[in-house]
Nanobody, 126 residues
Framework: QVQLVESGGGLVQAGNSLRLSCAAS????????VGWFRQAPGKGREFVASITWNGATSKFADSVRGRFTISRDNANGTVYLQMNNLKPEDTAVYYCARRKVIYGIWGTDSFEYDSWGQGTQVAVSS
């Protein structure tokens, strides 16, 4: 099973930006859609963004649309989540995940994903 490693989290003030990275251990990662999810303390895991295997299209949660972008560099096996204008409510552990369907489109439900990273903490202060 592919191993995913997230990085780029940290503590920032509201209005600032962070870029998260998700690096995969296998080259086949580039053939799968990838999603980002987050989990805040005391809350369930929620969908943030997802991108098709070729980067052609993406999907965002309403809460981040217009502030976050998702992209991928398949040559390097990495998916990025650019987070701009961060808000305190964005504070959470962020996870990347590989969707089950090869050559598939984006997905918004966690059960559609079978490989998960360990997560990276994002904290936004007001």
């Amino acid at each position: 099973q592919v191993q995913l490693v997230e990085s780029g989290g940290g503590l920032v003030q509201a209005g600032n930006s962070l870029r998260l990275s998700c690096a995969a251990s296998e080259a086949s990662f580039r053939f799968y859609p990838v999603g980002w999810f987050r989990q805040a303390p005391g809350k369930g895991r929620e969908f943030v963004a997802s991108i098709t295997w070729n980067g052609a299209t993406s999907k965002f949660a309403d809460s981040v649309r217009g502030r976050f972008t998702i992209s991928r560099d398949n040559a390097n096996g990495t998916v990025y989540l650019q987070m701009n204008n961060l808000k305190p409510e964005d504070t959470a552990v962020y996870y990347c995940a590989r969707r089950k369907v090869i050559y598939g489109i984006w997905g918004t439900d966690s059960f559609e994903y079978d490989s998960w990273g360990q997560g990276t903490q994002v904290a936004v202060s007001s």
